[in-house]
Nanobody, 119 residues
């Protein structure tokens, strides 16, 4: 029904910035909560940030507050994650998530994009 495609990952130096994009196909993007998750080697997947369907409410993990910003453009069916002041511990595979709630509820995941922060 809907597919998510992440882009923007890569290799950056500590203190650098990167912007991730998540493009969605389908008609449910506008009514869904979007989120970014990440998973580092040997660690559990963790939630990084979420944004409500209208973009009015955002939430962040304590580890990224003040450094990362989640946003969305409903006219483009795209969610973004702006990452500033990157640290080596931010290294992980980042996944885009779409959560649909209601009578029928489900999650849709992107394939993931690698972010590596290293000198």
């Amino acid at each position: 029904q809907v597919q998510l495609v992440e882009s923007g990952g890569g290799l950056v130096q500590p203190g650098g910035s990167l912007r991730l994009s998540c493009a969605a196909s389908g008609s449910i993007f506008r009514i869904s909560v979007m989120g970014w998750y990440r998973q580092a080697p040997g660690k559990q997947r963790e939630l990084v940030a979420t944004i409500t369907n209208g973009g009015g409410t955002t939430n962040y993990a304590d580890s990224v507050k003040g450094r990362f910003t989640i946003s969305r453009d409903n006219t483009k069916n795209t969610a973004y994650l702006q990452m500033n002041s990157l640290k080596p511990e931010d290294t992980a595979v980042y996944y885009c998530n779409l959560r649909k709630t209601g009578v029928v509820s489900y999650d849709i995941w992107g394939q993931g994009t690698q972010v590596t922060v290293s000198s």
